[in-house]
Protein backbone atom coordinates (compact mmCIF):
# COMPACT_ATOMS: atom_id res chain seq x y z
CA UNK A 1 0.00 0.00 0.00
CA UNK A 2 1.12 3.45 -0.89
CA UNK A 3 1.09 5.98 2.06
CA UNK A 4 3.79 8.47 0.84
CA UNK A 5 3.42 11.95 0.72
CA UNK A 6 2.29 11.72 -3.16
CA UNK A 7 -0.85 9.86 -1.71
CA UNK A 8 -1.08 12.12 1.67
CA UNK A 9 -1.35 15.29 -0.73
CA UNK A 10 -3.93 13.58 -3.47
CA UNK A 11 -6.10 12.74 -0.51
CA UNK A 12 -5.62 16.15 1.30
CA UNK A 13 -6.51 18.22 -2.04
CA UNK A 14 -9.67 16.31 -2.06
CA UNK A 15 -10.79 15.83 1.35
CA UNK A 16 -8.91 18.78 2.84
CA UNK A 17 -9.09 19.29 6.67
CA UNK A 18 -10.74 16.07 7.17
CA UNK A 19 -7.29 14.77 6.45
CA UNK A 20 -4.44 14.40 9.10
CA UNK A 21 -1.31 12.38 9.28
CA UNK A 22 0.23 10.30 12.01
CA UNK A 23 -2.48 10.08 14.28
CA UNK A 24 -2.34 8.74 17.36
CA UNK A 25 -5.39 5.51 17.23
CA UNK A 26 -5.29 4.92 21.25
CA UNK A 27 -7.32 7.77 22.24
CA UNK A 28 -10.32 6.97 19.87
CA UNK A 29 -10.61 3.29 21.31
CA UNK A 30 -12.35 1.68 24.61
CA UNK A 31 -9.02 0.34 25.88
CA UNK A 32 -6.91 3.64 25.26
CA UNK A 33 -4.16 1.79 23.29
CA UNK A 34 -2.37 1.53 20.39
CA UNK A 35 -0.07 3.65 17.92
CA UNK A 36 -0.54 6.05 15.11
CA UNK A 37 -2.16 5.64 11.69
CA UNK A 38 -0.30 7.09 8.79
CA UNK A 39 -3.59 8.75 7.63
CA UNK A 40 -6.79 9.37 9.37
CA UNK A 41 -9.36 11.28 7.48
CA UNK A 42 -12.66 12.33 9.56
CA UNK A 43 -15.95 11.92 7.74
CA UNK A 44 -18.59 13.94 9.31
CA UNK A 45 -21.96 12.34 7.55
CA UNK A 46 -22.86 9.30 5.54
CA UNK A 47 -22.19 10.79 2.16
CA UNK A 48 -18.70 11.86 3.15
CA UNK A 49 -18.13 8.08 4.15
CA UNK A 50 -19.35 6.81 0.98
CA UNK A 51 -17.21 9.81 -0.95
CA UNK A 52 -14.49 8.67 0.70
CA UNK A 53 -14.79 4.80 0.23
CA UNK A 54 -15.38 5.26 -3.01
CA UNK A 55 -12.59 7.20 -3.94
CA UNK A 56 -10.23 4.84 -1.53
CA UNK A 57 -11.55 1.72 -3.66
CA UNK A 58 -11.25 3.45 -7.12
CA UNK A 59 -7.25 3.79 -6.10
CA UNK A 60 -7.05 0.62 -4.86
CA UNK A 61 -5.42 2.09 -1.30
CA UNK A 62 -7.00 -0.07 1.35
CA UNK A 63 -8.58 1.35 4.37
CA UNK A 64 -10.49 0.49 7.36
CA UNK A 65 -13.34 2.43 9.43
CA UNK A 66 -12.89 2.97 12.84
CA UNK A 67 -16.23 3.24 14.75
CA UNK A 68 -16.33 3.60 18.45
CA UNK A 69 -12.76 1.28 18.57
CA UNK A 70 -14.51 -0.88 21.35
CA UNK A 71 -14.10 -4.14 19.13
CA UNK A 72 -10.63 -3.81 17.76
CA UNK A 73 -6.98 -4.06 19.19
CA UNK A 74 -4.66 -1.89 17.49
CA UNK A 75 -1.02 -2.84 17.06
CA UNK A 76 1.66 -1.23 19.04
CA UNK A 77 3.30 -0.20 15.74
CA UNK A 78 0.15 1.56 14.39
CA UNK A 79 -1.11 1.35 11.48
CA UNK A 80 0.51 1.34 7.70
CA UNK A 81 -1.76 3.32 5.55
CA UNK A 82 -5.58 4.79 5.86
CA UNK A 83 -8.11 4.60 8.36
CA UNK A 84 -11.16 6.22 8.51
CA UNK A 85 -12.94 7.46 11.00
CA UNK A 86 -16.80 7.40 10.96
CA UNK A 87 -18.61 10.66 13.20
CA UNK A 88 -21.52 10.54 10.77
CA UNK A 89 -24.00 11.15 13.69
CA UNK A 90 -27.47 12.31 12.15
CA UNK A 91 -30.47 10.32 13.00
CA UNK A 92 -34.15 10.90 11.97
CA UNK A 93 -37.15 9.18 14.82
CA UNK A 94 -40.32 8.27 12.73
CA UNK A 95 -43.06 7.70 15.22
CA UNK A 96 -45.88 7.79 12.84
CA UNK A 97 -48.03 4.28 12.74
CA UNK A 98 -48.00 1.63 14.92
CA UNK A 99 -44.25 0.41 14.15
CA UNK A 100 -42.01 3.45 15.54
CA UNK A 101 -38.64 3.07 13.66
CA UNK A 102 -35.29 5.28 13.75
CA UNK A 103 -33.02 5.86 10.89
CA UNK A 104 -29.41 6.42 12.37
CA UNK A 105 -26.30 7.36 10.55
CA UNK A 106 -23.69 4.17 11.18
CA UNK A 107 -21.30 6.52 13.47
CA UNK A 108 -24.61 7.42 16.15
CA UNK A 109 -23.50 6.33 19.05
CA UNK A 110 -25.47 3.12 20.04
CA UNK A 111 -26.22 3.51 23.41
CA UNK A 112 -27.07 7.13 23.25
CA UNK A 113 -29.68 6.09 20.68
CA UNK A 114 -30.77 3.81 22.77
CA UNK A 115 -31.18 6.39 25.78
CA UNK A 116 -32.76 9.08 23.28
CA UNK A 117 -35.80 6.43 22.36
CA UNK A 118 -36.03 5.79 25.79
CA UNK A 119 -37.02 9.23 26.75
CA UNK A 120 -39.22 9.22 23.87
CA UNK A 121 -40.99 6.27 25.35
CA UNK A 122 -39.98 4.34 22.24
CA UNK A 123 -39.00 0.17 23.13
CA UNK A 124 -36.84 -1.63 21.51
CA UNK A 125 -32.87 -0.88 22.32
CA UNK A 126 -33.18 -1.40 26.14
CA UNK A 127 -30.42 -4.50 25.86
CA UNK A 128 -27.96 -1.79 23.60
CA UNK A 129 -28.03 1.11 26.12
CA UNK A 130 -24.58 -0.33 27.76
CA UNK A 131 -23.25 -0.94 24.63
CA UNK A 132 -19.92 1.76 23.77
CA UNK A 133 -19.63 1.35 19.81
CA UNK A 134 -21.43 3.08 16.69
CA UNK A 135 -24.53 1.72 14.99
CA UNK A 136 -22.21 0.45 12.27
CA UNK A 137 -19.58 -1.34 14.57
CA UNK A 138 -22.99 -3.43 15.78
CA UNK A 139 -24.73 -3.80 12.19
CA UNK A 140 -21.45 -5.80 11.40
CA UNK A 141 -20.72 -7.32 13.93
CA UNK A 142 -24.07 -7.94 15.31
CA UNK A 143 -23.73 -6.53 18.44
CA UNK A 144 -26.02 -7.91 21.15
CA UNK A 145 -26.91 -8.32 25.03
CA UNK A 146 -29.50 -9.49 27.48
CA UNK A 147 -30.57 -12.11 24.72
CA UNK A 148 -31.46 -10.01 21.92
CA UNK A 149 -28.94 -8.60 18.71
CA UNK A 150 -29.00 -6.14 16.32
CA UNK A 151 -30.54 -8.36 13.97
CA UNK A 152 -33.96 -8.71 15.58
CA UNK A 153 -34.18 -5.11 15.36
CA UNK A 154 -32.65 -4.04 12.01
CA UNK A 155 -35.26 -3.22 9.60
CA UNK A 156 -32.73 -2.09 6.49
CA UNK A 157 -29.36 -1.12 6.61
CA UNK A 158 -28.07 1.05 3.78
CA UNK A 159 -24.94 -0.22 2.59
CA UNK A 160 -22.18 0.72 -0.37
CA UNK A 161 -20.47 -2.11 -1.39
CA UNK A 162 -17.00 -2.22 -3.39
CA UNK A 163 -18.05 -4.00 -6.51
CA UNK A 164 -22.11 -4.04 -6.02
CA UNK A 165 -22.63 -0.19 -5.06
CA UNK A 166 -24.58 1.19 -3.07
CA UNK A 167 -27.94 -0.68 -1.99
CA UNK A 168 -30.62 -1.48 1.42
CA UNK A 169 -29.83 -4.98 3.18
CA UNK A 170 -32.03 -6.77 4.92
CA UNK A 171 -30.84 -8.59 7.69
CA UNK A 172 -31.76 -11.53 5.90
CA UNK A 173 -29.37 -10.32 3.22
CA UNK A 174 -26.07 -10.06 5.96
CA UNK A 175 -26.38 -13.13 6.54
CA UNK A 176 -26.18 -12.74 10.79
CA UNK A 177 -25.11 -15.09 12.74
CA UNK A 178 -24.13 -15.08 16.78
CA UNK A 179 -21.25 -12.14 17.22
CA UNK A 180 -21.00 -11.62 13.43
CA UNK A 181 -22.38 -11.31 9.75
CA UNK A 182 -21.28 -11.67 5.87
CA UNK A 183 -19.46 -7.68 6.26
CA UNK A 184 -17.29 -9.39 8.95
CA UNK A 185 -16.28 -12.09 7.24
CA UNK A 186 -15.49 -9.80 4.56
CA UNK A 187 -13.54 -7.16 5.86
CA UNK A 188 -12.70 -3.99 3.62
CA UNK A 189 -15.19 -4.97 1.08
CA UNK A 190 -18.26 -2.45 2.24
CA UNK A 191 -18.88 0.11 4.57
CA UNK A 192 -22.10 0.40 6.69
CA UNK A 193 -23.99 3.95 5.95
CA UNK A 194 -27.03 3.73 7.62
CA UNK A 195 -29.57 1.60 9.48
CA UNK A 196 -33.13 1.43 9.87
CA UNK A 197 -34.31 -0.14 13.33
CA UNK A 198 -37.68 -0.90 14.29
CA UNK A 199 -38.84 0.38 17.66
CA UNK A 200 -42.38 -0.15 19.73
CA UNK A 201 -44.23 2.73 21.68
CA UNK A 202 -44.37 2.65 25.54
CA UNK A 203 -44.21 5.50 27.90
CA UNK A 204 -40.51 6.83 28.43
CA UNK A 205 -41.33 5.53 32.60
CA UNK A 206 -41.55 1.60 31.66
CA UNK A 207 -38.85 1.96 29.03
CA UNK A 208 -35.99 4.33 30.99
CA UNK A 209 -37.10 1.79 34.33
CA UNK A 210 -36.08 -1.43 31.93
CA UNK A 211 -33.10 0.52 30.74
CA UNK A 212 -31.52 1.55 33.76
CA UNK A 213 -32.12 -2.29 35.32
CA UNK A 214 -29.97 -3.48 32.70
CA UNK A 215 -27.57 -0.68 33.09
CA UNK A 216 -27.30 -1.79 36.56
CA UNK A 217 -27.38 -5.19 36.47
CA UNK A 218 -24.18 -4.25 33.28
CA UNK A 219 -22.53 -2.05 36.29
CA UNK A 220 -22.28 -4.54 38.57
CA UNK A 221 -20.97 -7.42 36.26
CA UNK A 222 -18.77 -5.62 33.76
CA UNK A 223 -15.45 -3.47 34.95
CA UNK A 224 -15.55 0.50 34.47
CA UNK A 225 -12.62 2.17 32.58
CA UNK A 226 -10.45 1.31 29.98
CA UNK A 227 -11.09 -1.54 28.60
CA UNK A 228 -11.42 -4.16 25.82
CA UNK A 229 -15.00 -5.96 26.10
CA UNK A 230 -16.23 -9.31 24.74
CA UNK A 231 -12.41 -10.61 23.98
CA UNK A 232 -13.85 -13.94 22.89
CA UNK A 233 -16.98 -15.24 21.90
CA UNK A 234 -18.93 -17.77 23.80
CA UNK A 235 -18.32 -20.86 22.66
CA UNK A 236 -21.66 -23.36 22.28
CA UNK A 237 -23.29 -23.61 25.91
CA UNK A 238 -20.72 -22.23 27.66
CA UNK A 239 -19.46 -18.45 28.31
CA UNK A 240 -15.98 -17.44 27.78
CA UNK A 241 -15.70 -15.58 31.05
CA UNK A 242 -16.73 -18.81 32.98
CA UNK A 243 -13.86 -20.43 31.45
CA UNK A 244 -11.14 -18.09 31.54
CA UNK A 245 -12.43 -17.84 35.58
CA UNK A 246 -12.14 -21.63 35.68
CA UNK A 247 -8.87 -21.61 34.28
CA UNK A 248 -7.89 -19.19 37.39
CA UNK A 249 -6.79 -16.48 35.40
CA UNK A 250 -9.38 -13.53 36.86
CA UNK A 251 -6.79 -10.80 37.83
CA UNK A 252 -3.18 -11.92 35.81
CA UNK A 253 -1.67 -8.98 34.68
CA UNK A 254 0.85 -8.71 32.09
CA UNK A 255 2.44 -5.24 32.61
CA UNK A 256 -0.53 -2.88 32.90
CA UNK A 257 -2.78 -5.00 31.38
CA UNK A 258 -5.56 -7.41 33.41
CA UNK A 259 -7.66 -9.94 33.22
CA UNK A 260 -10.62 -8.15 34.66
CA UNK A 261 -11.85 -9.20 38.03
CA UNK A 262 -14.41 -8.82 37.75
CA UNK A 263 -15.57 -10.70 34.22
CA UNK A 264 -12.86 -12.57 32.79
CA UNK A 265 -13.51 -11.71 29.22
CA UNK A 266 -12.73 -8.22 30.05
CA UNK A 267 -9.40 -6.98 29.69
CA UNK A 268 -8.38 -4.30 31.12
CA UNK A 269 -5.95 -1.10 30.94
CA UNK A 270 -5.00 0.03 34.37
CA UNK A 271 -2.83 2.97 32.97
CA UNK A 272 -0.29 2.38 30.18
CA UNK A 273 -0.77 -0.99 29.30
CA UNK A 274 0.28 -1.79 25.00
CA UNK A 275 -1.40 -3.60 22.84
CA UNK A 276 1.22 -6.26 22.91
CA UNK A 277 0.51 -7.01 26.51
CA UNK A 278 -3.24 -7.73 26.29
CA UNK A 279 -2.45 -9.52 23.09
CA UNK A 280 -0.11 -11.72 25.53
CA UNK A 281 -3.13 -12.14 27.61
CA UNK A 282 -5.34 -13.09 25.22
CA UNK A 283 -2.83 -15.60 24.27
CA UNK A 284 -2.49 -17.29 27.60
CA UNK A 285 -6.36 -17.23 27.92
CA UNK A 286 -7.05 -19.14 24.98
CA UNK A 287 -3.88 -21.64 25.67
CA UNK A 288 -5.01 -22.26 28.65
CA UNK A 289 -8.58 -22.63 27.93
CA UNK A 290 -7.47 -24.70 25.45
CA UNK A 291 -4.72 -26.80 27.57
CA UNK A 292 -7.60 -27.00 31.20
CA UNK A 293 -11.05 -27.59 28.99
CA UNK A 294 -10.06 -28.54 25.11
CA UNK A 295 -11.70 -25.62 24.03
CA UNK A 296 -10.23 -22.93 21.46
CA UNK A 297 -11.76 -19.84 22.56
CA UNK A 298 -12.31 -17.63 18.92
CA UNK A 299 -11.58 -13.76 19.53
CA UNK A 300 -14.52 -11.61 18.81
CA UNK A 301 -12.46 -8.57 18.98
CA UNK A 302 -10.44 -7.78 15.48
CA UNK A 303 -6.76 -7.60 15.64
CA UNK A 304 -6.15 -4.48 13.27
CA UNK A 305 -2.60 -2.71 11.65
CA UNK A 306 0.60 -3.64 11.99
CA UNK A 307 0.24 -7.13 13.62
CA UNK A 308 2.98 -10.11 13.06
CA UNK A 309 1.11 -12.74 11.42
CA UNK A 310 2.00 -15.24 13.47
CA UNK A 311 0.55 -13.19 16.13
CA UNK A 312 -2.83 -13.37 15.16
CA UNK A 313 -2.30 -16.71 13.76
CA UNK A 314 -2.01 -17.59 17.34
CA UNK A 315 -5.11 -16.12 18.19
CA UNK A 316 -7.54 -17.11 15.32
CA UNK A 317 -6.37 -20.96 14.17
CA UNK A 318 -6.58 -23.81 16.42
CA UNK A 319 -2.97 -24.90 17.62
CA UNK A 320 -1.47 -28.21 18.54
CA UNK A 321 -1.88 -29.20 22.09
CA UNK A 322 -1.90 -32.55 23.56
CA UNK A 323 -5.44 -33.60 24.21
CA UNK A 324 -7.39 -32.47 27.97
CA UNK A 325 -6.18 -34.39 31.07
CA UNK A 326 -8.99 -36.74 31.56
CA UNK A 327 -10.78 -36.06 34.80
CA UNK A 328 -9.72 -39.10 37.32
CA UNK A 329 -13.24 -41.14 38.31
CA UNK A 330 -13.26 -43.08 41.30
CA UNK A 331 -13.03 -46.90 40.17
CA UNK A 332 -16.93 -48.50 40.32
CA UNK A 333 -16.81 -51.84 43.02
CA UNK A 334 -16.66 -54.77 41.78
C1 LIG B 1 -17.19 -2.02 28.06
C2 LIG B 1 -17.61 -2.76 26.82
C3 LIG B 1 -18.83 -3.45 26.81
C4 LIG B 1 -19.24 -4.14 25.67
N1 LIG B 1 -20.42 -4.80 25.69
C5 LIG B 1 -20.83 -5.46 24.59
C6 LIG B 1 -22.08 -6.16 24.59
O1 LIG B 1 -22.82 -6.20 25.57
N2 LIG B 1 -22.45 -6.79 23.45
C7 LIG B 1 -21.67 -6.78 22.32
O2 LIG B 1 -22.09 -7.34 21.30
N3 LIG B 1 -20.49 -6.13 22.30
C8 LIG B 1 -20.06 -5.48 23.39
N4 LIG B 1 -18.85 -4.82 23.37
C9 LIG B 1 -18.05 -4.83 22.15
C10 LIG B 1 -18.33 -3.63 21.21
O3 LIG B 1 -18.82 -2.52 21.92
C11 LIG B 1 -19.32 -3.98 20.10
O4 LIG B 1 -18.83 -5.03 19.34
C12 LIG B 1 -19.61 -2.78 19.19
O5 LIG B 1 -20.70 -3.08 18.35
C13 LIG B 1 -18.42 -2.38 18.31
O6 LIG B 1 -18.75 -1.17 17.65
P1 LIG B 1 -17.61 -0.08 17.34
O7 LIG B 1 -18.26 1.07 16.66
O8 LIG B 1 -16.85 0.22 18.57
O9 LIG B 1 -16.73 -0.88 16.31
P2 LIG B 1 -15.13 -0.76 16.11
O10 LIG B 1 -14.46 -1.42 17.25
O11 LIG B 1 -14.76 0.63 15.79
O12 LIG B 1 -14.99 -1.67 14.81
C14 LIG B 1 -15.27 -3.05 14.85
C15 LIG B 1 -15.27 -3.58 13.40
O13 LIG B 1 -16.40 -3.04 12.71
C16 LIG B 1 -15.96 -2.33 11.54
N5 LIG B 1 -16.84 -1.17 11.36
C17 LIG B 1 -17.23 -0.27 12.29
N6 LIG B 1 -18.06 0.64 11.73
C18 LIG B 1 -18.19 0.31 10.43
C19 LIG B 1 -18.91 0.86 9.32
N7 LIG B 1 -19.68 1.95 9.43
N8 LIG B 1 -18.81 0.24 8.12
C20 LIG B 1 -18.03 -0.86 7.97
N9 LIG B 1 -17.32 -1.42 8.97
C21 LIG B 1 -17.39 -0.85 10.18
C22 LIG B 1 -14.53 -1.92 11.84
O14 LIG B 1 -13.80 -1.69 10.64
C23 LIG B 1 -14.03 -3.13 12.60
O15 LIG B 1 -13.70 -4.16 11.70
C24 LIG B 1 -18.42 -4.14 24.51
C25 LIG B 1 -17.20 -3.43 24.52
C26 LIG B 1 -16.79 -2.77 25.66
C27 LIG B 1 -15.48 -2.04 25.63
Do not use: C
Not at 97 to 117: C, D, F, H, I, Y
Not at 267 to 280: D, L, R, S
Amino acid sequence: MSTDTDLYARLESIFGARVQRDVPLAPYTSARVGGPADVLITVHSARELAMVASRLWSWEVPFWVLGGGSNILVADEGVRGVVVLNRSRRLAFNTEGEQPTVWAESGVNLGSLARRAAAMGLAGLEWAAGIPGTVGGAVVGNAGAHGQEIADVLQMAEILHRTEGKGMRTPEALGYAYRTSALKEEPGQAVVLSATLRLQHDTPEAVQERLAALNEQRKATQPPGATVGSMFKNPPGDYAGRLIDAAGLKGTTVGDAEISTVHANFFVNKGEATAQEIWALMYLARTTVAQKFGVWLEPEIQLVGAWPEAAVAALYEPQELPPPMPVPRPKEEA
